[in-house]
C-alpha cells in the first residue's frame, strides 16, 4: 500500500498542470468594459488572484486589445466593450472575433465566458451561432434567457408613430422625451433590434429559436437575483427567466444559484464568481441553490 502511495504521489508532482482558464467578462444593455471596474467586481476578483489583463473594443473591421495588466497572472480576466445597443447576433459576431484573439494570445487554455444581464445572451448566440471554440463554461448573471417584458415596454413607449392622427404621435413623443430626457430617449430609439430580441420567448421571436437550437455541451451555471424583506429584488428581468435550466436547450444540464441583489451589478457579485471560478463543480456556502425549476 505504502508503495501505491509513494507511485501516486510522484505521478502527481511531475504530471504538468492544468492550464488556468480564461475569464472573460461580458457587460449587458448601455454598460461597457468599466461596468465590471465600477461596480467592484474587478477589485474582488483581483483580490482572489485574478488579473486583468486588457479590454477588447470594435475597431474599423477588426478587434482592438487594450492591454491593462503589467506581468502575466495565473488567472487572467479580459474584458470586453460591444455595441450593446445592436441586435444579438450583431454583438456575438463582435464577441467571437473578440474570443478568437484570445485562443491566439492564451493557446490551449479553457476559455469561461460570464455574461451579466443581455450579455449572459450574447454569449450564449456567441456559442450557438458562431460556433466559439475553446470555451468550457458559461457563467450568466440576471441575464434575461426567456426575455423580459421591460423591453416590450420600452418599444411600446417609443412607437409614437401615428399614421392616421399626426398631432398625437408627437404629443406622445414629447411626453416620453421629457420623461426619459433627450439622451435616453434616441438611444433606445437605436436600441430597437436588441429590444425585440429581448422580448420574452414566444413563437417567433428571436429568444423563442435561439433557445431551441443545439447548445455545447460545456458547464452552464445561472446566478439568479432573488428578493428579500428589505430588497425588492430585480425589477428588471424577473427571475425564472435568469434561470438557465428552463431553457429548453440546456435543461438539466445547468446549475442555478440565488443571489439577493437587484439587477445591477455589485461587489459581492465578484465574491461569488471568484468561488464559481475556483471551485467549478461546488457549490458555495454564501449561496443557496434556487429550486427545481417548473414549467407551467
Known sequence: MNHKVLLLLIALVLSPPSPAAVTVLIHGFLGSNRSW??????????????????????????????????????????????PSTAPIRLQAD????????????????????????AGGVVARAALVLNGVEGVTRLITIAAPHLGTWRSIQALEALDDDDLFFIPIGRIKRWLIKRRLGGWLYYTLKASRGVLYDLRPAVPGSFLYWLNRLPHPDIDYVSLIRSGTFYMPGDRIVPPFSQDMRLVPAIGKRARSYTTPAGHLLNPHDGAVL??????????????????????Q
Open 37 to 82: 471596474l465600477e461596480s467592484g467586481v474587478i477589485e474582488q476578483l483581483a483580490q482572489h488572484g485574478y488579473e486583468w489583463r486588457g479590454s477588447y473594443s470594435p475597431g474599423p473591421g477588426k478587434a482592438v486589445f487594450v492591454p491593462i495588466g503589467s506581468s502575466p497572472g495565473p488567472k487572467p480576466v479580459y474584458t470586453v466593450n460591444l
Open 94 to 117: 463582435w464577441l467571437a472575433a473578440y474570443l478568437q484573439d484570445i485562443r491566439r494570445r492564451q493557446p490551449g487554455e479553457p476559455i469561461v465566458l460570464v455574461g451579466h444581464s
Open 274 to 295: 471568484a468561488w464559481q471560478l475556483d471551485h467549478p463543480k461546488g457549490e458555495s456556502p454564501s449561496e443557496t441553490a434556487a429550486d427545481e425549476p417548473t414549467v
